[in-house]
């Protein structure tokens, strides 16, 4: 008689499937899951050539990707858990995204989040999502070819009169105007 092996394959963990929502404004559970499925709908980027394209409009744009929302009023954050680890991922781009015209929320992973328990999201079928239809300038700057660094500008700028500034000279991607701290009303000019 052979032994038998069994092999499991674990199953995808919930903190695997939850975003993480800080400085979210004064909104109702449900029209934060229709805020978020209607942005996602609207910016999923659906291309032809990929087989996968016609399950993700079924999956993400026709039914609701998001299984369940939770909203901590009082210290402002939100947790939004998604049906798959691929439309997860997607949705770390909404960093940055103005609800409601309310305020921009800062979107991540929570902090039970273990990468290493997490399934691989293969980059070649994953959905993406074309932020700059939201308006979205992330405030992550990578390194690369195409970052500078703006220096001397009065401390008096928001963010928004520096972004008009240097949109003149092409389209901003990401954008991180320094503040000494969160409650700073000025910048440190960088």
């Known amino acids: 008689i052979v032994p038998r092996i069994v092999t499991q394959v674990p ?6 499937l939850r975003i993480y929502v800080c400085n979210v404004p004064d909104i109702s559970e449900w029209d934060l899951q229709n805020f978020f499925r209607d ?32 909203i901590n009023r009082e210290r402002r954050f939100a947790f939004l858990e998604f049906k798959t680890m691929e ?13 409601m015209g309310r ?30 239809k939201l308006g979205i300038v992330s405030p992550t700057v990578p390194d690369g070819p195409n970052k500078i ?13 520096v972004l008009e500034l ?3 000279f092409g389209t901003v991607t990401a954008f991180n105007l320094v503040n000494k701290d969160a409650a700073a009303m000025t910048s440190t000019g960088y």
């Open 39 to 70: 942005r996602i709908s609207s910016s999923v980027i659906l291309d032809p050539s990929n087989p996968s394209t016609s399950s993700w409009r079924k999956q993400y744009v026709e039914n609701d990707p998001i299984i369940s929302v939770y």
């Open 103 to 132: 305020g921009k929320v800062k979107v991540k992973r929570p902090n039970d989040y273990n990468a290493a328990l997490a399934p691989v999201v293969n980059a070649e079928t994953a959905v993406k999502l074309d932020t700059s």
């Open 149 to 161: 660094f703006s220096g001397g500008l009065p401390y008096h700028l928001t963010e928004g009169q």
């Open 11 to 16: 199953a995808v963990s919930s903190h695997s």
């Open 87 to 99: 439309i997860t991922t997607a949705c770390l781009s909404l960093d940055g995204l103005d609800i």
């Open 166 to 168: 240097l949109g003149a």
